[in-house]
């Protein structure tokens, strides 16, 4: 071992590491845990970005060694991610299934919008450009709101059922869930998506109110509600994970 990976070895570990993998800068998070066994290197969801874990008594040059032996994984992982896409001026954003251009209009009233030009359908944003994206947000989770609200409403009523509450979150790993006290949780980013996903999932999580399982007679009632069930789950099996990637990553 030479002189400076030596020194190096126990100078203290970054947070991050900036390397280059396929020609593109990435950004590695480097996190010592107490409790590691050994080195290990995971890919997060689209967003969060490759990281290290590092065992007691490691170094940032084995985490490099490691991180080398581990280039050709990591290359092909990354390249099998579909890349962030945030709100910005000139980008795009899918609202219920149809892509939207973002375009920043600086002097106009009124925060957002909808209208299309030549090229096809645009949402406008008013204000302040370092807004856009929050602006972009919370006018897609009033959006979302309303269509949920619209649509719980209309399965509620065909089974006679009340929903105590309706709830948008951004959560990683599930688009609704159903509270033992009938509330109904459900993804701000579902407005996103084509709206018999949408309509779906509201009836999905309504039917919850009848049956808290999962056991056929669930799948015959919601069935029953919604006929759209197969597509609109075989469209999230497909799709859904490819909904993270617009805007910022969920507070979830
Ligand atoms: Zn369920």
């Not at 071992?1 to 991050?16: G, H, L, N, V, Y």
């Not at 089974?159 to 159903?178: E, F, H, V």
């Amino acid at each position: 071992m030479s002189f400076f990976s030596r020194s190096k070895r126990f100078a203290q570990i970054p947070e991050r590491l900036d390397v280059v993998l396929d020609g593109e800068p990435v950004t590695v998070r480097l996190r010592t845990h107490p409790r590691a066994r050994r080195y290990t290197l995971r890919v997060g969801r689209a967003g969060s970005g490759p990281s290290i874990t590092i065992p007691p008594g490691g170094s940032l040059d084995h985490a490099l060694a490691f991180l080398e032996s581990h280039r050709d994984w990591l290359e092909s992982r990354l390249n099998a991610m579909p890349e962030d896409r945030p709100f910005a001026d000139g980008g795009v954003v899918p609202i219920r299934g149809v892509e939207h251009r973002i375009r920043h209009r600086p002097g106009r009233r009124g925060t957002v919008w909808l209208e299309a030009d030549s090229r096809g359908p645009v949402v406008a944003v008013a204000g302040d450009p370092e807004h856009l994206a929050r602006r972009l947000t919370d006018w897609l989770k009033r959006e979302a709101r309303h269509d949920l609200e619209r649509a719980v409403f209309k399965h509620a009523a065909k089974i006679d059922a009340r929903p105590t509450a309706i709830r948008l979150r951004d959560p990683k790993g599930r688009w609704g869930s159903c509270s033992s006290k009938g509330t109904l949780s459900f993804s701000w980013r579902l407005i996103l998506a084509p709206p018999m996903v949408l309509d779906y999932l509201a009836a999905h999580e309504v039917a919850h109110l009848r049956h808290m399982h999962h056991r056929p007679s669930f799948w015959r009632l919601l069935r029953e509600m919604c006929p759209d069930t197969g597509r609109a789950e075989a469209w999230l099996k497909a799709n859904g994970a490819s909904l993270h990637i617009w805007g910022a990553s969920g507070e979830e």
